[in-house]
């Protein structure tokens, strides 16, 4: 025993800076995993109309540009960023979208699998 100190006291002491020192970077690793969300957001890749899968939905990033003989329940107005299915934020230019997890698509995109958000 070291003169005059006693060790549970230490103990104590170095679990109660422990303590302290993780309440002290918790803000800090939350702020983190929020910088790295939002940086694989903006690093998603859009959403190539050329993909089998874009294409079997006919997805395109103009939506006027939708082709009306083949999917015959576009209707004029109708636009990825006011889809149920659109991720994105009132006023993006693009965003993510169920459909295609991971990447984005145009906010004035379009394709069959849209759905009029209520
Ligand atoms: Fe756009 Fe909706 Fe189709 Fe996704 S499901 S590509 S948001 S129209």
Same mark, same amino acid.
């Given at each position: 025993?070291? *003169?005059?100190?006693?060790?549970?006291?230490?103990?104590?002491?170095?679990?109660? @800076?422990?303590?302290?020192?993780?309440? &002290?970077?918790?803000?800090?690793?939350?702020?983190?995993?929020? /910088?790295?969300?939002?940086?694989?957001?903006?690093? *998603?890749?859009?959403?190539?109309?050329?993909?089998?899968?874009?294409?079997?939905?006919?997805?395109?990033?103009?939506? @006027?540009?939708?082709?009306? *003989?083949?999917?015959?329940?576009?209707?004029?107005?109708?636009? /990825?960023?006011? /889809?149920?299915?659109? &991720?994105?934020?009132?006023?993006?230019?693009?965003?993510?979208?169920?459909?295609? *997890?991971?990447?984005?698509?145009?906010?004035?995109?379009?394709?069959?699998?849209?759905?009029?958000?209520?």
């Amino acid at each position: 025993m070291l *003169a005059g100190i006693d060790p549970s006291s230490l103990l104590k002491e170095s679990f109660m @800076t422990t303590r302290r020192s993780f309440i &002290q970077i918790l803000p800090l690793a939350g702020a983190l995993a929020l /910088c790295a969300r939002g940086a694989m957001a903006a690093d *998603a890749v859009a959403v190539d109309p050329k993909d089998p899968q874009a294409a079997a939905l006919g997805y395109v990033t103009d939506a @006027t540009k939708a082709d009306k *003989a083949k999917f015959a329940k576009y209707a004029a107005g109708q636009a /990825c960023g006011g /889809c149920q299915l659109y &991720q994105g934020k009132a006023g993006d230019a693009s965003g993510g979208c169920a459909i295609f *997890a991971g990447k984005k698509v145009s906010a004035k995109g379009w394709c069959s699998a849209y759905a009029k958000k209520a």
